[in-house]
């Protein structure tokens, strides 16, 4: 299931990558380019931290594909996001959900402590927005007052509670991942804001 909650990740990010990059009027290649970076930076990030390399973007071509196939949705459905506000940010927090689920397990597979697997599932699941932006020339949302990482990191100690009191796999992935992107929603849908003095 988690190899599932992945591909799914890799899809989701890659999508809002290439519907971001349409909308700064970026070409098919602009949009691959980005859609594959968003989808696969966070993982690719992990990776060179816990040193599984070669990471699995350069030996599974499995991404590439799913970053082409994100282009074709992109460009089919350009009608329809536009009728749709905020949809790049809405595909960004189901990816923020799932891959914090799956960075985490990653981690954990690596035998790393409990706040490392935290770490590195926050960053699995905000790098590749954070390249993401950077390529539109905008300020990275995770470098905001967003509630973004914030989102990520609740939803990770919710998850290693869940593990902690021993709930099954499926109930621990999937309200994990409906934790950060409810979150995530809801401070987009009222502007909730981190407080920043002065």
């Excluded at 519907?19 to 993982?43: H, N, P, Q, S």
């Excluded at 990030?45 to 816990?50: G, H, K, W």
């Excluded at 196939?69 to 960004?92: E, F, H, P, Q, Y």
């Amino acid at each position: 299931m988690l190899h599932v909650w992945e591909i799914l990740g890799i899809l989701v990010f890659c999508v809002s990558g290439a519907i971001a990059a349409r909308e700064k009027v970026m070409d098919w290649f602009g949009m691959f380019v980005v859609g594959l970076v968003t989808g696969t930076g966070g993982g690719l990030l992990r990776s060179v931290l816990i040193g599984d390399v070669p990471p699995r973007v350069l030996t599974d071509p499995l991404p590439f594909v799913l970053a082409m196939a994100a282009v074709v949705i992109a460009l089919l459905g350009s009608a329809w996001w536009k009728k749709i506000r905020r949809v790049v940010s809405t595909m960004d927090a189901l990816g923020l959900g799932l891959f914090t689920v799956t960075g985490i397990r990653i981690a954990q597979g690596k035998g790393l402590p409990w706040w490392s697997c935290l770490a590195l599932g926050v960053i699995t699941a905000t790098f590749g927005g954070l390249l993401r932006d950077v390529l539109r020339n905008d300020v990275p949302l995770v470098l905001r007052k967003e509630i973004y990482a914030t989102a990520s990191i609740i939803g990770g100690l919710a998850m290693l509670g869940m593990d902690w009191l021993g709930w099954p796999e499926r109930v621990v992935l999937a309200v994990t991942t409906v934790i950060v992107v409810t979150i995530r929603m809801v401070a987009i849908r009222y502007a909730i804001h981190q407080s920043q003095d002065g």
